[in-house]
């Protein structure tokens, strides 16, 4: 079983993977809403992936015998005033995640508690992914400087950086 500790700060973390997606998905959504149907496509995978980042530890409790807590995600914003404001928002969003994850790595450091030292060392590579990622992004959003047509070129990229199969328009 984990330490009360070491429990309550992963289900701390759990809530915050649960906002994660639903933040995404809200910029999804509104993304488009706006025709921006590449950069929705990437986020609503994005969205899926942080839903898989708050079940991995969601398993991960209960698994050590002890209590995994559904969380009540806070309602994200629905209107974004740009693409560049929505990624600059998600790329402070991932470095406080970060934050989050090497405060989360402090606890169990301090409860002497390695196994769940180890697990998340998953989570620290990933964030170094996430924030690379995201940052590269808005790199290049912010070389476009909001151009209409470069923007256009922009969506189709985003499009590529999309594993899933796009979702059905044609309804
Ligand atoms: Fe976007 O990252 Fe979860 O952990």
Not at 23 to 31: G, R, T
Not at 114 to 126: D, G, I, K, P
Request: with cysteine; glycine share 4%.
């Amino acid at each position: 079983m984990l330490k009360e500790k070491v429990e309550k700060a992963l289900n701390e973390q759990i809530e915050l993977e649960q906002f994660s997606s639903q933040l995404y998905l809200a910029m999804a959504s509104w993304a488009e809403k706006n025709g921006y149907n590449g950069t929705a496509n990437f986020l609503y995978e994005h969205s899926d992936e942080e839903r898989e980042h708050m079940l991995k530890l969601f398993h991960y409790v209960n698994d050590r015998g002890s209590h995994a807590i559904v969380p009540q995600s806070e309602k994200p914003e629905s209107e974004y005033k740009s693409v560049q404001k929505v990624f600059e928002e998600i790329y402070e969003h991932e470095k406080m995640i970060s934050e989050k994850i090497n405060q989360l790595v402090g606890i169990c450091y301090e409860e002497k508690d390695f196994t769940t030292v180890n697990f998340l060392q998953w989570y620290v590579a990933e964030q170094i992914e996430e924030e690379n990622l995201f940052g590269t992004i808005l790199d290049k959003l912010n070389l476009l400087g909001g151009d209409k047509a470069k923007m256009y070129m922009f969506d189709n990229e985003m499009e590529k950086l999309t594993t899933a199969p796009p979702s059905d328009t044609s309804l």
